[in-house]
């Protein structure tokens, strides 16, 4: 069985005061990008920021982002219009219009630690439909179980094109905690086709990718997610924890995809 890596190099919270291996200019997250690439990655998961390392949703910095990643490897791009929680939702909506190959869809408001996520029902149907218009790929994260529901909903109206692709994102205060039970009761919920990967948040990372993996799911690794490579630790970048998920994979005697396995196994549109 084929395993997807995922990298998510900068996510929206962490600060280079907090790990100064941290990429938040476009040629940093490039870099990154590329180094996870030669380690086994095909996807990488792409947050956007300014000058002062705020999460932004520019249109400007993110096709600078992608541009550059271009030159650099074929990785697949999937851009979040997550981005930030002081970020507009119609902003955060208007990068899919970049048409990268995939971004994710959130189909749920929530609390997120202090603040609140906000993903209104309508403005995420429309969401949906622009996606499927410009053939980008919804990665669809759910941080609780009413989140999977809210997506068969999309998918019962035709929003949705088979194989559905979810990341079960585990940590998050507000969300589902960081427990192989939370884990193994959503990947029990999937529908069957569906194509899946764990995000586990902190402390929780390793542990949790590894029984995803066991699990028959994809994995993500970067700095999004954690910024230390072991207790104590902080990682040097995203390549280690890259490599560590391919080792983990390999060690479950799963193969880990190249991006042509990867593009079919998500069922990508064709690339324009």
Known sequence: MTAIITVATTGPIATKADNPALP?????????VEAAYHAGASVAHIHLRD???????????????????AARCPILVQMSTGVGLDVPYAERARLVELQPRMATLNPCSMSFGAGEFRNPPLEVRRLAARMRELS???????????????CLRLHEEGLLADPLQFSIVLGVKGGMAATADNL????????????WQVIAIGRASLELTAIGLALGGNARAGMEDTLYLRKGELTSGNRPLVERAVQLARDLERNVAPVAEA???????SAA
């Open 24 to 32: 938040t200019t476009p040629e940093e997250i490039a870099a990154e």
């Open 263 to 269: 593009e079919a196994l998500l069922g990508l549109p």
């Open 184 to 195: 193994i009761t959503m990947v029990r919920r999937l529908p069957p086709g569906a194509v």
């Open 51 to 69: 000058e002062a390392q705020r999460p932004t949703a520019d249109l400007g910095i993110a096709r600078q982002v992608m541009d550059l990643i």
């Open 136 to 150: 980008v790929k919804p990665e669809l994260e759910i941080y609780d179980t009413g989140h999977l529901e809210a």
